[in-house]
């Protein structure tokens, strides 16, 4: 247990289907990160939050929405997703965004399958 | 963009030591990273460099030279649980972090 949970688990949806995924940490961070996990490929950063203000935006399509309502909760809103988009989402939070060891810690990840 | 290099695989046997490069080419350098993520599980934080030198933790050490752009990651006395997949990832200098594509080892009786 890291202190970072990720609901659902898994996820299958059809491409005119529209989702969200949920993270939530317990950890008291400032910073929260979506992330995009495809096989034998480099972690992509999607999305950054620092203090619930987006710092980043990694050239995402707009059929991925993130939702930071608060400093422990994150969403990523899914719409009209394509089947290369079937993947693993991690979500990850550190104590601050850019400053010192910044050590993230991960959630155990939602399993996306797009048909 | 940036370029971080490691082996796609690697095989040991158990109690063995097995040690993993990664090569990295960034703007700027803010820190060094290696994370190990078990088969459908989170990644989890192992170690953290910024100057050069070897960081030890239990059986896992770590080592960085800045000059080279070069880490590795020595895991001693393998364990069966040990099989998983490491990452590197390099924090550059708008401390933005970039992941190698990771290192499968597999730990063999």
């Known amino acids: 247990e890291t202190g970072v949970t990720q609901t659902p688990r898994h996820l299958v949806m059809g491409m005119t289907n529209k989702k969200s995924l949920k993270c939530e940490q317990h950890?008291?961070?400032?910073?929260m990160y979506w992330y995009k996990q495809s096989a034998k490929k480099p972690l992509e950063l999607m999305f950054v939050?620092?203090?619930?203000?987006?710092?980043e935006n990694n050239s995402v399509p707009s059929r991925f929405s993130p939702e930071c309502p608060n400093s422990s909760h994150l969403f990523l809103h899914l719409h009209t997703l394509q089947p290369e988009d079937s993947a693993l989402y991690l979500c990850?939070?550190?104590?601050?965004?850019?400053?010192?060891?910044?050590?993230?810690?991960f959630g155990p990840g939602t399993r996306l399958t797009v048909l | 963009g940036q370029n971080i290099d490691q082996p796609t695989e690697m095989t040991a046997t158990e109690g063995a030591i097995v040690q993993i490069n990664c090569t990295y080419q960034?703007?700027?350098?803010?820190?060094l990273f290696w994370y190990q993520q078990h088969a459908g599980e989170a990644p989890t934080f192992l170690s953290y460099?910024?100057?050069?030198g070897l960081e030890e933790k239990g059986r896992f050490s770590s080592f960085l030279s800045r000059s080279k752009g070069y880490s590795y990651l020595l895991l001693k006395e393998l364990q069966m649980k040990d099989s998983a997949s490491y990452l590197c990832?390099?924090?550059?200098?708008?401390?933005?972090?970039?992941f190698g594509a990771g290192t499968t080892v597999t730990v063999r009786a």
């Open positions: 939050y620092s203090l619930e203000e987006r710092v």
């Open positions: 960034t703007s700027g350098f803010n820190g």
């Open positions: 950890l008291g961070h400032n910073a």
């Open positions: 990832a390099v924090r550059d200098r708008d401390y933005k972090l970039s």
């Open positions: 460099n910024v100057l050069d």
């Open positions: 990850a939070s550190s104590q601050d965004y850019a400053r010192g060891p910044d050590t993230q810690y």
